[in-house]
């Protein structure tokens, strides 16, 4: 029988190239909400792979394939025999990377639904 690799809405998962990258994505996903919620700052030490992955219920190998994509991107810094630790100015970077997504991918299709209901972007700013 083959490894489970995780769980995806309560069902088992297999491996396969779909639920590995599915897995990473969500590891990474959720790993980038912490950062940008305030819940490690610049130069806060991360939890090792292993307690990271228990938390998350995630595989080892998933957690540690997405800290080290972060470890390529410059959000995380190794000090090695110490742990992995938040990189200076990560947070302040990766809100930025994430503002121009939205910006560029997000916020198109939310302006043109907007428009087709007929809503004021001026009017949904003075109910907030």
Known sequence: MAAIVGWIDGHRVLPNAFTQGFLLG??????????????????????????LAAEQGAN????????????????????????????????????????????KHEWPAIRDRMARLGIDPSELMAKA
């Open 60 to 103: 080892p190998l998933t957690v540690a394939k997405a800290y080290q994509g972060f470890q390529d991107e410059g959000f995380i810094v190794v000090k090695r025999g110490v742990g992995m630790f938040v990189a200076p100015g990560a947070a302040a970077r990766l809100r930025s990377a994430q503002r121009d997504d939205f910006v």
């Open 26 to 51: 969500q590891a990474k996903a959720q790993s980038r909400e912490a950062f940008l919620a305030g819940r490690y700052s610049d130069g806060d030490p991360l939890p090792s792979v292993r307690a």
